[in-house]
């Protein structure tokens, strides 16, 4: 039987409160959910596909395969982005948690994820019942090959960018001892250091032109603000895919027909994001600043939706400083006890709750 850990948020009630409390009302920087409108063009695909008495596809309708293979092709690199090789899944933390378990995990078998990481790919470990592994070294590992790797890059929490030589060696090490790289790359579209841009795993620079033994996910609920629609996509290895589909197909893990036509929409359509990416940038922007002008330092946070701040002194000493404040973060120590004395600030908050926020400090 597996154990899970306590869930992390729950902790963060009391400092919730302190900083409701404020005359101000709470400037919640806490959990990266998006709080901009979802797109015209997405809302408007889910209704013309509201109508939809039948069941849908596990592997997803071609329109929607193509609009991945396209947005690959285009935005990330992947030259060689297979339709065929892309699975719509219910959200991406569905499928971290569960992924272990789809691809044959269990006891014995060892899941290797980084050292400050978000807590489902522990999670997901613990579901297979296999061992969990939080390192930043693989050749520190030891003897005996890990089932699968996980990269994540940018990094929830930290931001940090892997470069494409980086990950082209943990590829190299994976593809040689016969164990399956997935790459988390949700926030791959908010890169903030023209000197480090985000690369995917399936980019030709990093995997050579083959995703053999590779997986990437991707997810719409920030590029595209649609976290309620719980739409994400893993694509790579079209072997690996296909066992994926296989599994999910008897399991009936299955993206809702209406929320098909709507990722389809919104994989085709740049403009959005763009437009998103301008809104975050000046959040980022101001936030980053009032940080500092407290007395923070900012590491890493080169790209995603977070910055990684640190006043060097116990991460919930910074959490109840703050609270007083009317401003809510999360404790670094939630992803990892090398967390433990910095704070994640998101910038999903809107304008008005940013320049709030930036005011108080």
């Known amino acids: 039987m597996f154990t899970l850990p306590d869930f992390p948020w729950d902790r963060l009630q009391p400092y919730k409160e302190r900083a409701a409390a404020h005359p101000g009302g709470i400037v919640d920087l806490s959990v990266g959910t998006p709080v901009d409108p979802t797109p015209a063009p997405v809302r408007e695909a889910l209704a013309a596909a509201s109508d939809a008495p039948g069941y849908p596809q596990t592997y997803g309708t071609p329109a929607l395969r193509e609009a991945v293979a396209g947005w690959l092709r285009r935005r990330l690199g992947v030259a060689g982005a297979d339709p065929d090789a892309v699975l719509p899944v219910i959200g991406t933390k569905e499928l971290v948690a569960w992924l272990p378990t789809l691809l044959g995990a269990g006891p014995g078998d060892r899941v290797v994820f980084p050292e400050l990481a978000y807590p489902t790919y522990d999670v997901g470990a613990r579901l297979a019942g296999a061992e969990s592994v939080a390192t930043d070294g693989l050749l520190a590992l030891g003897p005996g090959t890990p089932k699968i790797v996980w990269v994540n890059s940018p990094s929830n929490p930290t931001g ?10 943990v590829v190299a090490w994976a593809r040689e001892r016969g164990a399956v790289v997935v790459s988390d790359e949700c926030y791959l579209e908010f890169g903030w250091d023209p000197a480090r841009p985000p690369v995917s795993v399936l980019h030709p620079d990093v995997c050579g032109g083959s995703h053999e033994g590779l997986l990437a996910v991707n997810s719409l609920s920030k590029r595209s603000n649609m976290a309620g629609y719980r739409a994400g ?18 399991a009936g893990m299955i993206v809702p027909a209406p929320v098909q036509a709507a990722m389809a929409a919104a994989f085709g359509d740049d403009a959005h994001v763009d437009e998103q990416r301008e809104r975050y940038a000046r959040r980022r922007a101001a936030l980053r600043e009032a940080f500092e ?24 000493d910074t959490v109840a400083h703050l609270a007083e404040l009317g401003v809510l973060v999360g404790p670094g120590d939630f992803y990892g006890p090398a967390g433990g004395r910095h704070v994640r600030v998101a910038f999903t908050a809107t304008d008005e709750r940013v320049d709030a926020g930036a005011a108080r400090l």
């Not at 996509?233 to 008897?250: N, Q, S």
């Not at 002008?293 to 919930?316: K, M, N, Q, V």
């Open 160 to 169: 940090k960018v892997l470069p494409a030589e980086h990950l082209r060696k």
């Open 233 to 250: 996509v893993v694509t790579g290895d079209l072997a690996l895919v296909r066992r994926l589909l296989e599994v999910r197909k008897h």
């Open 293 to 316: 002008r407290h007395g923070f330092r900012i590491d890493h946070s080169e790209a995603s939706l977070y910055l990684w701040a640190t006043r060097d002194e116990p991460c919930w």
